[in-house]
């Protein structure tokens, strides 16, 4: 029997009145193995391959009585993405007499209570509503959540490896106390690596288990890459006269990294095209930007037909919001991760089948990142995803939010919620009991006589919608030169005192910190030190580290490229000493060239900090650089020191300890930070923000190779 004949009669009426010409491979398998088995699944297939009917299509062909509650969730990353699948899903829910209702901050609040009045049919909703639902409206949870049959998560791949993510994990577990039965689970993902399957598969904790199906189709993939030198304001004019150049011909997408990038090209575009009276329309999409703009470009690309368009957004549309037709994508400087660079690749070709990418950059580190991202993307190496392996502040928000969802917990019980709840099976009991034992004291819980309840510090927490989101956001702080504010950047492990920025067209030296004014004081650089890029980007890989050096040092890989990327690539080493890849000359003095991940550079840095206290050690890391300032010591000699330390959590616990200022740069990202003791703030630091083994195994690598 064909995957089509295993589908009920109204349903296979609806894709044959829709002229569909025949079923994907992804909805081929899905449809099989859903109504075959009673597992979970992971379908992981590229964009535009039809993975919105390959979850709904066999969980919809499932359900028995639509009118005895709600029988299908779905949950997405964004509120866009709701809506987008609610119009995409809606015809086939009509056609068979099936409610379907968005759940979101902006959805109508006459359809949610039509709902909440007689739960059935299909839900889409975000974490963040569960969430609010859960922490104040239990009970309309209870009555909502009691008949669901099914939960598909989309994007699943954006949860995996952050907060927001065991926050929903989280969540998942406490609807389903609310279920009659247990739920099955659909989760849908355009990239995945083979490596993190198991990881992946633990997301689910239903007690089914789960499988992936896998479709590897790709469209053809046609490329071009160029660079240009960026001007004294980080900018390049011929960058945005290239992006010009290829919107008079193609419809496309620009994905610059930063926002401040997207309205500088958008800008520019818009400008130009006015002036040499062009019809491409251009327009800017990100989340600052008002949700009619960018609706209004949403619409007018779904829309267009014969009219070419430019869309410069940032991630907003990186996932798989439907707006039609995209010739090709611009990828301005270099992706974070080979999984977003796929991601956005997707978007394009979903008609002709054919991909194109314009890699540009303005940055001689920007071109050789990217490059790596894309040589690894061809030959089909995704990232693998950095999970959070210590989640105490997701476990202490949580906390929270259970002692409102119950109005209070039996003390006996409270005590054991990190057993109750699979989530949390990674923390110990003492790791528990330091963590209920400071919310006590900071009065965010309280103990009245064998319950525990939410403390007045809890509520000032629920003043605003902030506390149901886990959202990362940059936390910038202010910069200025004794009175004139310069601009803002982000704090990071890489800023500090002594270190030398890039701002307003500049360098500056860094003078003082003010944590508590979230304000930066600086002045000019005069020593000739580099200055560190600064960046609130996601962390690179040290795949695409490990990628970069092999482009920049393979001389036959290195021949392959343009005559103009070649050139740059020999004024990237010229600074290397004696044709050492990791012996780099600096103002002040050696440095050294990791060509590792972020993580490992961050271990690297602070390893060499432990072991010469004396020495100050700086970390750039888009230049995979780390140096020291005024040090006396061979770079060799440093890395041996390290090497022949007995490392342990505790040296590293205790050098946290000593350096506030770094503790505060590294929590810094961590939203609800205030809600753990210092000493789990050092923990949750070594445990999942930094690489110890992997750490001292690249720097081996690296002796053997100097020794070489």
Same mark, same amino acid.
């Given at each position: 029997?064909?995957?089509?004949?295993?589908? $009920?009669?109204?349903?296979?009426?609806?894709?044959?009145?829709?002229?569909?010409?025949?079923?994907?491979?992804?909805?081929?398998?899905?449809?099989?193995?859903?109504?075959?088995?009673?597992?979970?699944?992971?379908?992981?297939?590229?964009?535009?391959?039809?993975?919105?009917?390959?979850?709904?299509?066999?969980?919809?062909?499932?359900?028995?009585?639509?009118?005895?509650?709600?029988?299908?969730?779905?949950?997405?990353?964004?509120?866009?993405?709701?809506?987008?699948?609610?119009?995409?899903?809606?015809?086939?829910? +009509?056609?068979?007499?099936?409610?379907?209702?968005?759940?979101?901050?902006?959805?109508?609040?006459?359809? $949610?209570?039509?709902?909440?009045?007689?739960?059935?049919?299909?839900?889409?909703?975000?974490?963040?509503?569960?969430?609010?639902?859960?922490?104040?409206?239990?009970? +309309?949870?209870?009555?909502?959540?009691?008949?669901?049959?099914?939960?598909?998560?989309?994007?699943?791949?954006?949860?995996?490896?952050?907060?927001?993510?065991?926050?929903?994990?989280?969540?998942?577990?406490?609807?389903?106390?609310?279920?009659?039965?247990?739920?099955?689970?659909?989760?849908?993902?355009?990239?995945?690596?083979? !490596?993190?399957?198991?990881?992946?598969?633990?997301?689910?904790?239903?007690?089914?288990?789960?499988?992936?199906?896998?479709?590897?189709?790709?469209?053809?993939?046609?490329?071009?890459?160029?660079?240009?030198?960026?001007?004294?304001?980080?900018?390049?004019?011929?960058?945005? !006269?290239?992006?010009?150049?290829?919107?008079?011909?193609?419809?496309?997408?620009?994905?610059?990294?930063?926002?401040?990038?997207?309205?500088?090209?958008?800008?520019?575009?818009?400008?130009?095209?006015?002036?040499?009276?062009?019809?491409?329309?251009?327009?800017?999409?990100?989340?600052?930007?008002?949700?009619?703009?960018?609706?209004?470009?949403?619409?007018?690309?779904?829309?267009?037909?014969?009219?070419?368009?430019?869309?410069?957004?940032?991630?907003?549309?990186?996932?798989?919001?439907?707006?039609?037709?995209?010739?090709?994508?611009?990828?301005?400087?270099?992706?974070?991760?080979?999984?977003?660079?796929?991601?956005?690749?997707?978007?394009?070709?979903?008609?002709?089948?054919?991909?194109?990418?314009?890699?540009?950059?303005?940055?001689?580190?920007?071109?050789?990142?990217?490059?790596?991202?894309?040589?690894?993307?061809?030959?089909?190496?995704?990232?693998?995803?950095?999970?959070?392996?210590?989640?105490?502040?997701?476990?202490?928000?949580?906390?929270?939010?259970?002692?409102? !969802?119950?109005?209070?917990?039996?003390?006996?019980?409270?005590?054991?919620?990190?057993?109750?709840?699979?989530?949390?099976?990674?923390?110990?009991?003492?790791?528990?009991?330091?963590?209920?034992?400071?919310? #006590?004291?900071?009065?965010?819980?309280?103990?009245?006589?064998?319950?525990?309840?939410?403390?007045?510090?809890?509520?000032?927490?629920?003043?605003?919608?902030?506390?149901?989101?886990?959202?990362?956001?940059?936390?910038?702080?202010?910069?200025?030169?004794?009175?004139?504010?310069?601009?803002?950047?982000?704090?990071?492990?890489?800023?500090?005192?002594?270190?030398?920025?890039?701002?307003?067209?500049?360098?500056?030296?860094?003078?003082?910190?003010?944590?508590?004014?979230?304000?930066?004081?600086?002045?000019?650089?005069?020593?000739?030190?580099?200055?560190?890029?600064?960046?609130?980007?996601?962390?690179?890989?040290?795949?695409?580290?490990?990628?970069?050096? !092999?482009?920049?040092?393979?001389?036959?890989?290195?021949?392959?490229?343009?005559?103009?990327?070649?050139?740059?690539?020999?004024?990237?080493?010229?600074?290397?000493?004696?044709?050492?890849?990791?012996?780099?000359?600096?103002?002040?003095?050696?440095?050294?060239?990791?060509?590792?991940?972020?993580?490992?550079?961050?271990?690297?840095?602070?390893?060499?900090?432990?072991?010469?206290?004396?020495?100050?050690?700086?970390?750039?890391?888009?230049?995979?650089?780390?140096?020291?300032?005024?040090?006396?010591?061979?770079?060799?000699?440093?890395?041996?020191?390290?090497?022949?330390?007995?490392?342990?959590?505790?040296?590293?616990?205790?050098?946290?300890?000593?350096?506030?200022?770094?503790?505060?740069?590294?929590?810094?990202?961590?939203?609800?930070?205030?809600?753990?003791?210092?000493?789990?703030?050092?923990?949750?630091?070594?445990?999942?923000?930094? #690489?110890?083994?992997?750490?001292?195994?690249?720097?081996?690598?690296?002796?053997?190779?100097?020794?070489?």
């Amino acid at each position: 029997m064909s995957s089509f004949d295993l589908l $009920k009669r109204e349903i296979r009426e609806y894709i044959y009145k829709q002229g569909w010409p025949s079923l994907t491979k992804i909805q081929e398998a899905s449809i099989r193995y859903i109504s075959q088995t009673d597992s979970n699944y992971i379908l992981a297939a590229p964009t535009a391959s039809g993975k919105t009917e390959a979850a709904f299509l066999p969980a919809i062909n499932t359900v028995n009585v639509w009118t005895s509650g709600l029988k299908i969730v779905y949950i997405s990353p964004l509120i866009a993405l709701i809506n987008d699948q609610f119009k995409r899903v809606s015809e086939l829910c +009509e056609h068979l007499n099936i409610s379907i209702t968005s759940w979101h901050g902006e959805a109508s609040v006459t359809k $949610k209570r039509k709902l909440l009045k007689n739960p059935n049919g299909i839900l889409l909703i975000t974490p963040e509503s569960i969430e609010a639902m859960l922490s104040l409206r239990s009970g +309309e949870a209870r009555n909502l959540f009691d008949g669901v049959e099914w939960i598909l998560v989309d994007e699943i791949h954006s949860f995996l490896d952050n907060n927001r993510g065991l926050q929903l994990s989280s969540l998942l577990e406490r609807i389903q106390y609310y279920m009659k039965k247990v739920p099955r689970y659909i989760g849908m993902s355009a990239t995945l690596h083979d !490596e993190d399957s198991s990881q992946i598969k633990d997301f689910f904790k239903n007690g089914i288990d789960t499988s992936i199906l896998l479709d590897r189709t790709r469209n053809e993939l046609m490329i071009t890459k160029k660079y240009f030198e960026n001007n004294q304001k980080n900018q390049s004019t011929q960058a945005i !006269e290239a992006i010009y150049s290829y919107s008079q011909q193609e419809s496309m997408l620009v994905f610059p990294n930063r926002r401040g990038d997207v309205e500088y090209i958008s800008t520019n575009l818009a400008k130009m095209g006015k002036k040499n009276h062009s019809y491409t329309r251009y327009f800017a999409h990100h989340s600052s930007v008002s949700k009619e703009m960018r609706l209004s470009a949403e619409n007018f690309a779904k829309n267009s037909v014969y009219e070419l368009f430019t869309i410069c957004c940032t991630s907003t549309l990186e996932l798989g919001i439907d707006i039609g037709a995209v010739d090709s994508i611009v990828q301005y400087n270099a992706p974070h991760t080979v999984a977003s660079l796929g991601q956005r690749l997707g978007r394009s070709g979903r008609k002709t089948k054919k991909s194109i990418l314009h890699f540009i950059a303005t940055n001689p580190w920007d071109v050789l990142q990217g490059l790596a991202a894309i040589s690894l993307y061809e030959r089909n190496c995704i990232d693998r995803l950095d999970f959070i392996k210590k989640p105490y502040d997701v476990l202490a928000h949580q906390i929270l939010s259970l002692l409102l !969802e119950y109005s209070g917990i039996e003390i006996s019980k409270f005590k054991q919620l990190h057993r109750v709840f699979f989530s949390w099976n990674t923390i110990t009991d003492e790791e528990y009991d330091l963590l209920l034992k400071y919310l #006590e004291e900071e009065k965010y819980i309280e103990v009245l006589e064998n319950e525990v309840i939410t403390g007045i510090s809890t509520e000032c927490l629920l003043k605003g919608p902030d506390f149901f989101a886990h959202f990362i956001t940059e936390n910038n702080f202010a910069v200025y030169n004794n009175i004139k504010r310069l601009g803002e950047i982000p704090l990071t492990p890489a800023v500090a005192v002594d270190v030398n920025i890039f701002l307003a067209a500049q360098v500056w030296k860094i003078q003082k910190i003010d944590m508590r004014g979230k304000k930066i004081y600086v002045t000019k650089a005069t020593d000739g030190n580099p200055p560190v890029f600064v960046s609130g980007g996601s962390n690179v890989s040290h795949a695409i580290r490990q990628e970069m050096k !092999e482009l920049l040092l393979n001389e036959e890989r290195c021949n392959s490229q343009s005559s103009e990327i070649q050139s740059l690539f020999e004024k990237l080493k010229a600074d290397s000493i004696n044709g050492c890849p990791y012996q780099i000359t600096t103002p002040s003095g050696i440095g050294l060239r990791t060509f590792a991940g972020t993580r490992i550079n961050q271990t690297i840095q602070v390893l060499l900090s432990i072991t010469h206290d004396d020495i100050l050690f700086r970390l750039s890391d888009k230049e995979t650089l780390i140096y020291s300032v005024d040090s006396p010591i061979a770079l060799k000699e440093m890395i041996e020191h390290v090497l022949a330390i007995e490392w342990n959590t505790d040296l590293l616990y205790d050098y946290f300890s000593q350096h506030s200022d770094l503790l505060n740069r590294y929590v810094n990202s961590m939203k609800f930070k205030a809600l753990l003791p210092k000493s789990l703030q050092i923990n949750y630091i070594i445990e999942n923000m930094l #690489e110890p083994k992997a750490a001292l195994k690249h720097l081996n690598n690296i002796v053997h190779d100097l020794d070489a």
